[in-house]
């Protein structure tokens, strides 16, 4: 009798003992389930963009448009705010200071450096955190469309034989057009005279005959390209210009200047891991869309997407190089 007791006690805890882990896996299988399938309520509400320069710049036309598209694939506005003044300071010092939560983005490019070695601004890139980089626009040498050089080759070696005498045109003292042209001496050798003119006054220059050559953003130059006024004989960078398709690159001529003007978009340090991916998809989906591709070739860019990590690493290595360029013509102040 006493054995059957006994029996029936140890079935009874032993059922209890399986029924408890069963109900404790049902739990965890339950909350890994949930944990599974919870997903960022991202975003929620509409997003600002500030762009620092211009309406109708073309810093401020690209990035409209790629507003525009990336909000589609958001579901929520992204609302453009041009904040201009003190080479981009003004607009990265107000997203620097704003909540790392996605809702606050900027229009970053090149100037995010020159702003910081030129002493405009106490801090650098790394304040930021890249979503996405959306267009190169590469730097085009020019010259008149009766000028004796027929390549970038014969346009250097012209200027090593007479040191200090071929004027160059750019945008301005420390603009990137100018670093561009410093860059171009460093690599080959040349030396160049570097002359400093507004916006748009450096191609009538070129035209008047002051200067041999300019450094320019294509769009500066293109009705006078389509004209014949003024040949272009290479661009920076690794790929050719789509809306100058017959133009090579500096580096196919066997000259390495890979500086471009690139512009992407940025969110404040420390913005959630998960928060970046959903507007790098966003803007992934921009970029490389038929619309935008069209719309940045018709601005002279080329659309070119890079991942949010990558895009850290690119913004990083090309903020050493433009240091150097801006200590070597005496406006590195940082």
Not at 59 to 70: F, Q, V
């Amino acid at each position: 009798m006493f054995k059957k007791f006994l029996a029936a006690i140890l079935a009874v805890t032993l059922l209890a003992g399986l029924a408890l882990t069963a109900g404790c896996g049902s739990q965890q299988s339950s909350n890994g389930g949930q944990a599974q399938e919870e997903e960022i309520d991202f975003p929620t509400k509409p997003i600002e963009l500030t762009i620092l320069f211009g309406a109708g710049s073309a810093a401020d036309l690209i990035n409209r448009k790629a507003a525009e598209l990336a909000s589609k694939e958001l579901g929520q506005p992204i609302a453009p705010v041009n904040r201009t003044g003190a080479g981009g300071a003004v607009g990265y010092t107000h997203v620097k200071n704003q909540p790392p939560d996605g809702y606050n983005l900027v229009s970053i490019s090149n100037g995010v450096s020159t702003a910081y070695y030129a002493g405009n601004m106490d801090f650098n890139y790394t304040a930021f955190s890249g979503v996405a980089q959306i267009t190169t626009e590469p730097v085009t040498l020019a010259v008149k469309g009766d000028a004796p050089w027929k390549d970038i080759n014969e346009f250097v070696e012209y200027a090593k034989a007479n040191p200090g005498r071929v004027r160059i045109g750019n945008s301005g003292l420390g603009t990137f057009t100018h670093l561009t042209a410093v860059a171009l001496g460093n690599i080959t050798g040349a030396e160049f005279n570097h002359v400093p003119f507004g916006q748009g006054l450096a191609v009538a220059s070129l035209l008047g005959g002051k200067i041999e050559a300019s450094v320019q953003l294509a769009a500066e130059i293109m009705p006078q390209v389509e004209a014949g006024e003024v040949r272009v004989l290479a661009v920076t960078g690794e790929r050719r210009l789509a809306s100058l398709p017959d133009v090579p690159t500096f580096k196919e001529e066997g000259i390495d200047l890979p500086l471009v003007l690139w512009r992407g978009i940025a969110v404040p340090r420390g913005t959630p891991e998960p928060v970046i991916e959903i507007l790098e998809e966003a803007f992934r989906k921009a970029v490389e869309s038929e619309e935008f591709i069209e719309f940045a070739k018709n601005m002279g860019a080329n659309a070119e997407f890079r991942r949010a990590k990558e895009f850290d690493e690119f913004i990083a290595q090309d903020d050493a190089e433009i240091g150097k360029l801006m200590e070597q013509i005496g406006m590195r102040k940082q």
